[in-house]
Nanobody, 125 residues
Framework: QLQASGGGLVQPGGSLRLACVISGFTLRGSTVGWFRQAPGKEREGVSCRRQSDGSTSYSNSVKGRFTISRDRGKDTVYLQMNSLKPEDTGVYYC????????????????????WGQGTQVTVSS
């Protein structure tokens, strides 16, 4: 089970930290991804983390502003989002697969088997 939280309304330039709590799933060797879907647009991969070696990947649109990390003690994966822009608005989803996905594939939604319910992020003044 995946539970995403931390979304909300924030002004441009602000920050949010999303959390994805993963239960009933062994994270060792897995890959966790964050995706988002804006109204009228397709879902897109934002960031991902391969647990086996901690390697990460980011979409070009968020690189340098977003950071994915894991709290081992809580089986939680975070997405720290800084310098938010209106175009970051959307529903953010976390996803997990038991496989160790290569970074060139981990921003593709077909790489994942389980999905959380999503949390709304709105960036607006």
């Amino acid at each position: 089970q995946l539970q995403a939280s931390g979304g909300g309304l924030v002004q441009p330039g602000g920050s949010l930290r999303l959390a994805c709590v993963i239960s009933g799933f062994t994270l060792r060797g897995s890959t966790v991804g964050w995706f988002r879907q804006a109204p009228g647009k397709e879902r897109e991969g934002v960031s991902c983390r391969r647990q086996s070696d901690g390697s990460t990947s980011y979409s070009n649109s968020v690189k340098g502003r977003f950071t994915i990390s894991r709290d081992r003690g809580k089986d939680t994966v975070y997405l720290q989002m800084n310098s938010l822009k209106p175009e970051d608005t959307g529903v953010y989803y976390c996803a997990v697969t038991a496989r160790s996905v290569i970074t060139s594939q981990c921003l593709i939604d077909d790489s994942y088997d389980f999905w959380g319910q999503g949390t709304q992020v709105t960036v607006s003044s």
